[in-house]
């Protein structure tokens, strides 16, 4: 039976599907397919219903831009109070382009160059996360040779099993990211041999779309014990960070409340005393978006029936990457039609290229529209540019208005860093 993902921004009005109150065959009447479409309002509860949440203890949220970095969408969360987490050069420029306050940055990333490093300090942002012992003496350096005092943590892997996809798992001791508990000690230990640095946090991120809350409740647990240790040999941190990774439904996961995720590790932060960082991306913005497509043709191989639409890997990978789960539903439900089982791929020419497979499906004809549900996050930003296809349109609805927040495209855009190099 085909199923239509359970939400109060994307619901059907005499069978027509709405973001809040724009119908979405309108906009993309306006802005072709595909597009993805975007609920201010989805943003703003999600952020306002985290802040709350967290509301006993002082804390800061810094939006994890790299699930979705729109301007205007890194705008609409800084207008609510939040921060912003960048992993690069990129998103940091992103991140001042949209309006953040270096105050409001902290720069993340398992491998930054001596340029990312320096640009952090050039923009004095509130912290850079530092992964290595040999990254720490770096900061120390490029920060005396600027004559200042960079604002450090140390990223520690807490080696929990966060029991998420593997390539979206972060907190085992076999994954690349962060330092050890002994390795952080040691590190934190060297303070006062590192002029240039002060160690104001300590640090992790255990993976993404975590479904359940007792990997983030140990992973807490062994931090905290760690940051209690350093407080005794004097070295006084200001900032714990537990990072992002809360998990969304996507199809029929059972997930967990953010209300229920204070209640599990307020206990131990509220006995630290200091300023709780959180990173959350997804949470935030996942089922805030939808990604429109337009059926371009229906067949049949080996009994096996195709709609082939034009939206692709290039603008979705999530399917292709992680066999993601994503659902898909008509614009427009017509209950006279019947059900079919359908692989939905793209244009691209590769086999990895789908959306779905083996999916009810209402079915469909050419120029009919289809909503990929919950691609707000790691969607836009994950799109390329194989076989020169053009990026997707972004388009933000606020109650009954809408706004291209970036328009598709153009095939000049494809060519511009070639040409100039054309002789
Ligand atoms: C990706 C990432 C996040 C956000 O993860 P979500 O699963 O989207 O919440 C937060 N912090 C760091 C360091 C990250 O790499």
């Not at 599990?264 to 991306?281: Q, V």
């Amino acid at each position: 039976m085909m199923q239509l993902f359970p939400s109060t921004y994307f619901t059907y009005k005499n069978n027509k599907l709405y973001c809040e109150e724009v119908a979405v065959a309108e906009i993309v009447k306006q802005t072709g397919t595909p597009t993805y479409i975007y609920s201010k309002n989805y943003f703003e509860d999600a952020y306002k219903e985290f802040d709350a949440a967290f509301g006993e203890i002082p804390h800061i949220i810094f939006y994890a831009a790299k699930a979705n970095f729109n301007l205007s969408v890194i705008k609409t969360f800084l207008q609510l109070g939040s921060g912003v987490d960048v992993n690069s050069e990129g998103e940091l420029y992103r991140a001042l382009k949209a309006g953040a306050n270096a105050k409001e940055i902290i720069l993340t990333s398992v491998g930054k160059t001596r340029n990312e490093i320096k640009l952090g300090l050039e923009h004095d942002v509130l912290m850079i996360k530092a992964e290595s012992e040999e990254e720490v003496i770096l900061i120390n350096e490029i920060a005396a040779s600027m004559n200042t005092v960079a604002r450090v943590a140390i990223r520690v892997n807490p080696d929990v099993d966060a029991k998420t996809h593997p390539y979206i798992s972060t907190g085992l001791s076999e994954n690349k990211f962060g330092v050890n508990s002994e390795t952080a000690l040691r590190i934190f230990r060297m303070q006062s041999e590192l002029k240039n640095i002060r160690f104001t946090g300590i640090d992790m991120h255990i993976g993404s779309q975590i479904t359940s809350v007792s990997p983030f409740v140990e992973a807490v647990e062994k931090l905290s014990n760690l940051f209690m240790i350093l407080k005794k040999e004097g070295i006084e941190l200001i900032h714990f960070d537990i990072g992002g990774g809360i998990g969304i439904q996507y199809k029929d996961e059972k997930t967990f409340s953010v209300k229920e995720f204070a209640r599990a590790i307020l206990p131990t932060l509220k006995s630290l005393n200091c300023k709780i960082i959180f990173e959350p991306g997804r949470y935030l913005t996942a089922n805030a978006g939808i990604l429109v497509t337009e059926v371009l043709y229906t067949k049949k191989n080996q009994n096996k029936n195709f709609l082939v639409v034009d939206a692709a890997m290039t603008d979705l990978l999530r399917p292709s990457i992680y066999g993601a789960y994503h659902h898909i539903q008509p614009v427009e439900i017509d209950k006279t039609k019947k059900e079919i089982v359908a692989d939905v791929v793209g244009p691209v020419c590769e086999s990895g290229d789908f959306l779905a497979k083996e999916r009810a499906i209402q079915k469909s004809v050419h120029g009919d529209l289809l909503a990929v549900m919950s691609a707000g996050a790691y969607g836009m930003v994950m799109a390329s540019n194989y076989n020169a296809r053009r990026r997707p349109a972004e388009i933000l609805v606020d109650g009954n208005k809408f706004s291209v927040i970036r328009s598709r495209e153009t095939l000049d855009h494809l060519l511009f860093d070639e040409v100039k190099v054309l002789k």
